[in-house]
């Protein structure tokens, strides 16, 4: 799971990376470029399979990050093609916009208007989607209209889409039969993935889950499109992150910080791209894996090796909850709480797998 971080330029899309990913803020290059990080997940059930199995590691659930970052000022009153270009590829998005006063920092605007550059920065994906599909959608009419009946799909789905993306719509508020998604994912637009705002405030200001912080009107122009919001101190975040790992806590709680923002915001990717973890367990190693909600147990040995889906024979699974419960492997066995799945068999969260395979 990637997550592609977006906004204007000075927003503070280096400072939310910093934060999630711990790597620290680079010195400006100019240079246009990606930088990839990533977050641990933290995970109760990864610590208590390690223990219980004296596992020699723990692996726990990874989301990843993108941070382009390097373009120059001067391009940051809109969204620059060539950024959003960078983060084409990503599940999600983080739109980062820009709250905070502090007159030091510049405004490619010269103001700070927080549903201004909403707005804005909103409209430039919608654009941005439409000169993507549209320069697919010539090549695709020529063709179609040239004898190629076997593009009627997508010439169908392209011309619905293009008509959403110029009555403003987002991709993802439209409804979409399965071969449509089929077909629109391939161009992977980015009104179609889910998102999240991240409006950073000020050192002072109010923030917190349930949209504290957050002006309404901003509420809801995310909530009408069908994304998430929060209010973050991204500054001070950020310093946190400088701070030795066991002082952080404390001065958290100074800070009046009771959960970081990794794991607000890890908490929200994961309901946003519907995920949940799944586990394995042994003296070897203990392991979390996110997978999508509606994934098969084919698709959660194919995480773990490509091997082990190609020579899959079956899935032998417990609950964490029933593995707690009892003890051991041995215990949910004697309970008769042990299963054996096939292929099939769709993913629940907190499932322990042990996966039988030939190759
Ligand atoms: N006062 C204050 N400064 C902030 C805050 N967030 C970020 N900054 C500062 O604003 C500047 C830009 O922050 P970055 O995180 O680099 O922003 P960016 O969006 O990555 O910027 P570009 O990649 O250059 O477009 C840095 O000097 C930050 O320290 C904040 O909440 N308050
Ligand atoms: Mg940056």
């Known amino acids: 799971m990637r997550v592609g971080i977006t906004g204007l330029g000075y927003s503070g899309k280096s400072s939310l990376f910093h934060t999630l990913t711990e790597q620290a803020p680079e010195a400006p290059?100019?240079?246009p470029h990606r930088r990839l990080g990533r977050a641990l997940v933290p995970d109760e059930r990864v610590e208590y399979i390690a223990q219980n199995e004296n596992a020699q590691k723990k692996t726990?659930?990874?989301?990843?990050?993108?941070?382009?970052?390097?373009f120059p000022p001067e391009s940051g009153k809109s969204l620059n093609t060539e950024l959003l270009a960078m983060i084409r590829g990503c599940d999600m998005i983080a739109l980062v916009i820009r709250a905070f006063k502090s007159p030091s920092i510049?405004?490619?605007?010269?103001?700070?208007?927080?549903?201004?550059?909403?707005?804005?920065?909103?409209?430039?994906?919608?654009?941005q989607d439409l000169a993507v599909l549209e320069g697919r959608f010539e090549r695709t009419s020529r063709s179609y209209n040239g004898g190629d009946k076997d593009l009627k799909p997508e010439f169908d789905t392209l011309v619905k889409a293009i008509a959403s993306?110029?009555?403003?719509?987002?991709?993802?508020?439209?409804?979409?039969?399965?071969?449509?998604?089929?077909?629109?994912?391939?161009f992977e637009p980015l009104t179609l993935k889910s998102g999240i705002v991240v409006l950073n405030v000020?050192?002072?200001?109010?923030f917190g889950r349930g949209g504290v912080g957050v002006p309404p009107d901003v509420?809801?122009?995310?909530?009408?499109?069908?994304?998430?919001?929060?209010a973050v101190r991204l500054s001070i975040e950020s310093e946190v992150m400088e701070i030795e790992l066991d002082e952080r806590k404390s001065f958290s709680r100074e800070l009046g910080i009771a959960e970081t923002v990794r794991d607000r915001f890890l908490v929200a990717v994961y309901e946003r791209l519907g995920l949940l973890s799944y586990y394995t367990a042994g003296p070897k190693e203990a392991a979390a894996r996110a997978i999508r909600r509606g994934d098969t147990a084919w698709d959660a040995a194919g995480k773990i090796h490509s091997d082990i889906q190609r020579g899959f024979i079956r899935a032998e699974v417990m609950s964490f909850d029933d593995y707690k419960e009892h003890g051991s492997e041995d215990a949910v066995k004697r309970a008769g709480k042990y299963r054996i799945e096939k292929k099939e068999y769709v993913v629940q969260e907190g499932?322990?797998?042990f996966f039988r395979f030939n190759v």
């Open 106 to 127: 510049m405004h490619p605007l010269g103001s700070i208007d927080p549903m201004r550059d909403l707005i804005n920065c909103f409209s430039d994906l919608v654009i």
């Open 219 to 230: 509420k809801q122009l995310c909530e009408s499109r069908g994304w998430g919001v929060g």
């Open 29 to 31: 290059s100019g240079k």
């Open 351 to 353: 499932d322990i797998f």
């Open 60 to 70: 726990y659930a990874v989301v990843n990050f993108l941070d382009p970052d390097g």
């Open 202 to 206: 000020d050192e002072d200001a109010a």
């Open 165 to 186: 993306l110029g009555d403003d719509m987002f991709l993802s508020q439209i409804e979409w039969s399965k071969q449509e998604t089929e077909i629109l994912t391939r």
